[in-house]
C-alpha cells in the first residue's frame, strides 16, 4: 500500500504561480511512476504529468513550459510548479503513484485561479 498527501493548493491570481507538493509513504519502493492529475468541475479526470524513478518526464501539452513536475527522492515527495496561471487552471489536483499493479491518488487539493 501507499499513502499520497497533497498539500500546496490555494487560490492565486491569473498570471501566478504555486507549488504542489506530494508526500509518499508505505511501500515507496514499489512506485515505478509518480505524476499529477486534476479534475474540474463538470469534467474528467485529466492527466497533467508524470515522472518516473529514472527522472523522465512527461506533459499533457497544455502545461509544456508551465507546470515543472519534480522529485525530492530523500524526503519521497513530488512536486508540481505551477507557473504563469490561468482561470482555466482552476480544479481539483491529484497526486498519483503507480507500481506495476495498482494506482494509488491522494485526496485532492483544490486550486482556484481567478482573473
Known amino acids: 500500500q501507499v499513502q499520497l498527501v497533497e498539500s500546496g493548493g490555494g487560490l492565486v491570481q491569473a498570471g501566478g504561480s504555486l507549488r504542489l507538493s506530494c508526500a509518499a509513504s508505505?511501500?515507496?519502493?514499489?512506485?515505478?511512476?509518480m505524476g499529477w492529475y486534476r479534475q474540474a468541475p463538470g469534467k474528467q479526470r485529466e492527466f497533467l504529468a508524470r515522472?518516473?524513478?529514472?527522472?523522465?518526464?512527461y506533459y499533457i501539452d497544455s502545461v509544456k513550459g508551465r507546470f515543472t513536475i519534480s522529485r525530492d527522492n530523500a524526503k519521497n515527495t513530488v512536486y508540481l510548479q505551477m507557473n504563469s496561471l490561468k482561470f482555466e487552471d482552476t480544479a481539483v489536483y491529484y497526486c498519483?503513484?503507480?507500481?506495476?499493479?495498482?494506482?494509488?491518488w491522494g485526496q485532492g487539493t483544490q486550486v482556484t485561479v481567478s482573473s
Open positions: 515522472i518516473t524513478t529514472g527522472g523522465r518526464t
Open positions: 498519483n503513484a503507480q507500481d506495476l499493479h495498482y494506482a494509488y
Open positions: 508505505g511501500s515507496i519502493s514499489s512506485i515505478n511512476a
